[in-house]
Each structure stands twice: as C-alpha cells, then as structure tokens.
C-alpha cells in the first residue's frame, strides 16, 4: 500500500505497524497503572503495618475488623456509709487486647451489668484508649468507674459478688469484636 504526500507525485509506504504498535503501547500503559491504582486501594499491605508485638515476626492474620481481650482483672469494690447513703470506691478494670487484624485498630471498651437489677449500684462505663492498635501487636488497658453514681439508700442488693461484662468495639463502626465477663465484688 501507498500513500501520496499532498503537493507531491511520489508515492510513499505508509508504516502501519508503528501505529498499530503505538496504540498497544498506550493501552499497555494505561492497563498497567489501571492495575497499579487497583491493587493499592484493594490489596492490603501487611509489611507496613506489621508490628511484630506477637513475638512471631509480626503481622495479624485477619483480614477485617478483628480484636480479642486475651486477659481481664477487677479490683474489689469498697462500700462506704455516710448521711447521704453509700458510696462505691471506684472499679478498677485492667486487660489486655489483641488486633488479628492485619490492618491498624482503634477500638474503645464498654463495661456494664445486663444482669444486675439495681440501677443504683453497677458498672456503666467505658474507655477510650487513644493509641492505634498495630496489627498483630497486643495492647493494655485500663479504666476505672463509680457502680454508684448516686449514693444508694441502702447496701442490700450491692454488697456481693458482681459480673461485669465488657465489650470491645472498633471505632471505625462500633461493632462488636470481642465480650468478655470480669467478676469482681463489693464489701461494706
């Protein structure tokens, strides 16, 4: 095939191929950085976010929200008389989380009774620990908060045993990713 320069009577080859080649170049590139693009927004990247807090190299093994409270304490509680009623030193809750997740966590932990009937003595309150939780690392916890936020007219129904429970929850939705019960108890 030829094709004829305007103003001239030559005829010259026309070079097909370095069109047809250009074209695949320009859709190769494209395709590529299409899937570049891709596979930084959808492929997780487990090496940066490896802390190494499991002691096994680092790194968690799921790949979504995932957090457990691997251990919990409470202190026992002190009830104290006075004219107004009685009044609770406060719980003092400690533990420790692990992320089993490959991504970086912040979570919050909500402690309650959903058995305990006396409104007027039981644990309602929560923590937000302010640190990033890295993946595969375990992190500790502490909270503390008054059973009675009011003086209770009486000590019955508060002195004895107690179960809190306590819920971890991601920060990114408030699901729930771990429960745990503490027992702890309350004294005159």
């Not at 170049?25 to 693009?37: G, R």
């Not at 009623?85 to 959903?114: H, K, M």
């Amino acid at each position: 095939m030829t094709i004829q320069t305007p103003g001239s009577n030559v005829d010259q080859p026309a070079d097909c191929n370095s069109t047809r080649t250009s074209s695949k170049t320009a859709k190769t590139a494209i395709l590529t950085l299409l899937a570049a693009v891709l596979c930084f927004f959808v492929i997780p990247s487990t090496t940066s976010f490896a802390s190494g807090g499991d002691g096994g190299g680092g790194g968690g093994g799921f790949a979504g929200k995932c957090g457990t409270i691997t251990s919990i304490s409470a202190s026992p509680v002190k009830l104290t008389a006075s004219a107004d009623g009685y009044t609770a030193s406060p719980l003092q809750i400690r533990g420790q989380v692990n992320n089993c997740s490959i991504y970086l966590q912040r979570y919050w932990i909500d402690f309650s009774e959903p058995a305990n009937t006396n409104t007027t003595c039981k644990a309602a309150f929560s923590t937000f620990p302010s640190t990033v939780w890295s993946s595969g690392s375990s992190q500790s916890f502490s909270a503390s908060g008054n059973i009675t936020k009011t003086a209770a007219a009486s000590a019955e129904g508060c002195v004895g045993a107690h179960t809190a429970t306590a819920v971890l929850r991601s920060r990114t939705d408030g699901s729930v990713l771990s429960t745990v019960n503490v027992n702890y108890t309350v004294s005159l």
